[in-house]
């Protein structure tokens, strides 16, 4: 792990670096892997590029209710480039100047970049979902029957991208029917004669004798259940995996590296990946919005795989 410094809101007020600085923010911000991973491309960068030696990625744990402030004095201490992680990515998403369009239905944004009024939003974690799965996988979002678990942030973003791409139906599981009928309003007006549909938690196991999951069918796990080894299956893969087989299971929680749920896909011999390719993925393309330049995607994949290890 980096032994980088945690900086804080009182930093801002004395802050001077001469280079280029980017940073993420979060809160907590300790165990991110975030600043040794962009560090690394950057190191790399500057071997072709003199320009990325003065660049350098920091952290910051900021509280929510300082995020305003914090954006404020990023923005006036002259601050590139911005990641949100936990819990900012929404808060965020009202307070800034400006948002790419392809991150509006999302309603969060994780990447920020500097313009001269103000900060511009983001959202890479969409394309760092759909390349770790087309790489991790094999598989395309574009075509997919996709099963996705969870109804928080993660999987309104993983939702949307999965109809932006063009997928041939979604089906959102949750285990709080509120949550889901919510996240379900969100997204019909955005499904375009994609077929939609929302299944309760508990349903899943009970509806399943019914309920036709096509044989092909993407499984992403977008909960935060297998982030904890007592934690319940988001869903139980055996119920169906017998008679329809998924194409694979993408879980974005990489830490444990072996949730539960990745457990059981390779044990019944389903395709299956944890979210640590998702992260390096949202991680290059922010560097790209950042740099206008290509990003060492290699780098960033072994900064991040010792990061977890060191860490582990
Ligand atoms: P939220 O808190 O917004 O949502 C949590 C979701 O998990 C809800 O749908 C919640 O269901 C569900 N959940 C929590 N506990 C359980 C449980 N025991 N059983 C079943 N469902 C449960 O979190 P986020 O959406 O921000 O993050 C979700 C996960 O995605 C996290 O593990 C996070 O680490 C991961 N992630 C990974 C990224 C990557 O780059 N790889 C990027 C972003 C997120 P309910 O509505 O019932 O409460």
């Not at 075509?143 to 991208?161: D, F, K, P, T």
């Not at 393309?285 to 290890?309: G, Q």
């Amino acid at each position: 792990m980096s032994a980088d410094p945690i900086h804080t809101l009182a930093d801002l007020d004395t802050w001077s670096f001469p280079g280029t600085a980017l940073a993420v923010l979060g809160h907590p911000i300790k165990h991110s892997v975030s600043p040794p991973m962009h560090n690394a491309a950057l190191a790399e960068m500057a071997r072709r590029d003199a320009r990325f030696a003065s660049w350098k990625y920091f952290r910051f744990d900021i509280a929510p209710d300082d995020l305003p402030v914090a954006l404020e004095k990023l923005h006036a201490r002259n601050f590139h480039g911005i990641n949100l992680t936990v819990p900012h990515k929404i808060i965020a998403f009202d307070r800034i100047a400006a948002i790419d369009p392809a991150a509006l239905p999302i309603g969060a944004v994780n990447t920020l970049r500097r313009t001269p009024a103000g900060w511009h939003g983001y959202n890479t974690d969409g394309y760092g979902l759909a390349t770790a799965i087309r790489e991790d996988l094999g598989l395309d979002l574009a075509g997919a029957h996709i099963l996705l678990l969870g109804a928080g942030g993660a999987a309104r973003g993983a939702a949307v991208e999965c109809l932006q791409r063009g997928c041939a139906s979604l089906t959102l599981v949750n285990r709080t029917r509120a949550n889901l009928d919510a996240l379900l309003a969100q997204l019909t007006p955005l499904a375009n004669g994609i077929p939609l549909n929302a299944l309760s938690h508990s349903d899943v196991a009970t509806s399943v004798s019914e309920w036709s999951v096509p044989a092909d069918t993407l499984v992403i796990n977008a909960t935060s259940a297998g982030l904890k080894a007592s934690d319940p299956l988001p869903v139980d893969l055996a119920a169906f995996a017998s008679r329809a087989r998924p194409a694979g299971v993408y879980d974005m929680i990489y830490n444990p590296p072996e949730t539960p749920l990745l457990a059981q896909a390779r044990a019944l011999g389903i395709p299956a990946a944890n979210g640590l390719s998702m992260l390096v993925h949202q991680g290059a393309r922010a560097l790209e919005i950042w740099s206008d330049s290509p990003v060492p995607v290699d780098a960033m994949r072994t900064a991040v795989h010792s990061a977890m290890k060191a860490h582990a």
